[in-house]
C-alpha cells in the first residue's frame, strides 16, 4: 500500500511538471498566481475563524476568573488570538506578488503576446533565484547551528547535555541536507519552462556526414 502511495505520489508530481512545461510563462504565472490565492483565502480565513474563537473564549474568561495563573493564561489567549486574526485578515486582503503582477501585466494592453511571455519569464525567473538564495541561507545556518551542537556535545561533560546535544545536532543535519537536496517550487517550475524551450541545432556538413553540431 505504502509502494503504490508512494508511486500515485511520483506520478502526480511528474504530471504537475508535464502541466508547467506544457504551459507558456504567462499562463504558468496565471495559473500560480490564482493558487496562491485560493490558498491564502481558505487559510487566511481558518485564521480568522479560530483568532476569533479564542478571543470568544478569552476575554470572558479573563474577567470571570480570580485566579492570577489562568488571567496569564487567557492574556496569552487573547494576544494569540488578535496575532491570527491580523494574519489572517493579511491573507485574504492583500495579494501575492504573482497575482500583484499579473494585474500590472493586464494593465498594459499594448503588450504583444511574445512580450508578455518575456516579462512573466523574467518575474519566474527572480523569484526562482530569491528561493535559491533562500534555501541556501537555510542550509547555511541549520549546518552552522549543527556544528555547535556537535561541538557541545563533544566538549560537555554532562551526560544528558551531551545526549541533547547530539540530539539537537541529527535534527539540524537532516533540516540542512532535506534543504540541500530538495529545491523549492518556485525553482522547479521555473526549470520545467527552461527544459520546454526548444532546441536549437546549428549542422556543420560535410560530405554524407555531420561533422560539428552547435545546440544554443
Excluded: C
Amino acid at each position: 500500500m505504502k509502494i503504490f502511495l508512494f508511486l500515485l505520489m511520483l506520478t502526480a508530481a511528474a504530471a504537475e511538471s508535464r502541466v508547467w512545461a506544457a504551459t507558456s510563462p504567462y499562463e504558468v504565472l496565471q495559473k500560480k498566481a490564482e493558487t496562491i490565492r485560493t490558498e491564502n483565502s481558505t487559510n487566511g480565513w481558518a485564521y480568522i475563524v479560530s483568532g476569533a474563537f479564542s478571543l470568544g473564549v478569552s476575554i470572558p474568561a479573563y474577567f470571570l476568573s480570580d485566579d492570577v495563573f489562568a488571567k496569564s493564561v487567557y492574556i496569552v489567549g487573547e494576544t494569540l488570538g488578535i496575532a491570527a486574526v491580523g494574519y489572517g485578515s493579511y491573507l485574504v486582503l492583500i495579494e501575492n506578488d504573482y497575482r500583484r503582477f499579473n494585474k500590472v501585466l493586464k494593465g498594459v494592453p499594448e503588450l504583444s503576446e511574445h512580450e508578455r511571455n518575456k516579462l512573466s519569464r523574467l518575474f519566474l525567473q527572480e523569484n526562482a533565484l530569491q528561493a535559491k538564495n533562500i534555501r541556501k541561507i537555510k542550509v547555511i545556518t541549520f549546518a552552522l547551528t549543527a556544528g555547535l551542537n556537535y561541538l557541545d556535545g563533544f566538549t560537555t561533560q554532562h551526560r544528558e547535555l551531551k545526549t541533547t546535544h547530539f540530539f539537537l545536532a541529527a535534527i539540524n543535519t537532516l533540516a540542512a541536507l532535506s534543504f540541500t537536496l530538495s529545491k523549492s517550487e518556485e525553482e522547479k517550475m521555473y526549470e520545467s519552462l527552461a527544459s520546454s524551450d526548444p532546441v536549437h541545432q546549428i549542422d556543420l556538413v560535410v560530405g554524407n556526414y555531420v561533422g560539428l553540431r552547435f545546440h544554443f
